[in-house]
């Protein structure tokens, strides 16, 4: 079974900063991971994915994730971060073929104007 | 574009009563899953769908049952309810094709309380 980490229980940051949240995974066959953020009283939506191809994936409101197989990794990173990012972050994995997804407890993020 | 619906969004309900929730997946999509989220925590898989046949199962009790119907939305059935269900319960959808799952969307959820 996979199972994911995410060691940033909380992080502040003040508006501008630079931001990286950590995810590893624990799988032995092939993934596919996934960021998910959830605003304050809304669902999870999709902030991007990795499924195959450029270990660099862009997705939307200026965030990125990086595969390292190697390292068994998916960090989220954004360089430049704003109020509006204030929100509890979710890392998930699936195995390929099986699609129920696995989370990691979450990093809340407050983001300090 | 239209997103996963579901109802009712807030729930409260009496310890021993039972509850039923519905999800409407994103036109198209096949594939539903219930998810549960206790307060603090993170979603936990109860269970997944496809093409209205049972695809998966994960911690979900035996007290819950679900479906898929022929339009594809999704109920969840939960009797005898206990105080330590009271969660925020989402649904998510996606299109599985050439056998292998695309991407989950997630709906707004349903906030159960169990009084």
């Known amino acids: 079974a996979q199972s994911v980490s995410q060691h940033n229980h909380h992080v502040i940051l003040s508006e501008a900063a630079s931001l990286e949240l950590g995810c590893n995974y624990s799988y032995g066959g092939t993934v596919n991971l996934f960021w998910y953020v959830q605003y304050p009283g809304q669902h999870l939506q999709l902030l991007l994915k990795y499924f195959s191809g450029d270990p660099l994936v862009k997705g939307i409101k200026g965030f990125e994730a990086e595969f390292i197989k190697s390292k068994f990794s998916f960090n989220l990173r954004k360089p430049s971060v704003q109020w509006s990012d204030t929100a509890e972050y979710f890392c998930a994995v699936n195995a390929y073929g099986n699609e129920k997804l696995t989370f990691g407890t979450g990093t809340r993020l407050t983001i300090i104007p | 574009a239209a997103g996963v619906i579901q109802s009712p969004r807030h729930l409260i309900k009496e310890k021993r009563e039972t509850a039923t929730l519905k999800c409407y997946p994103i036109?198209?999509?096949?594939?539903v899953y219930w998810y549960q989220q206790g307060p603090g925590q993170d979603p936990q898989f109860l269970i997944s769908?496809?093409?209205?046949?049972?695809?998966d199962k994960g911690s979900i009790p035996d007290r819950f049952s679900a479906q898929q119907f022929s339009d594809y939305h999704s109920e969840l059935n939960m009797s005898s309810l206990e105080l330590g269900d009271s969660a925020l319960y989402f649904c998510a959808s996606s299109y599985r094709s050439q056998g292998a799952s695309d991407t989950q969307y997630f709906g707004p959820g349903t906030r159960l309380t169990v009084l």
């Open positions: 769908f496809y093409e209205k046949m049972q695809s």
């Open positions: 036109p198209r999509h096949d594939t």
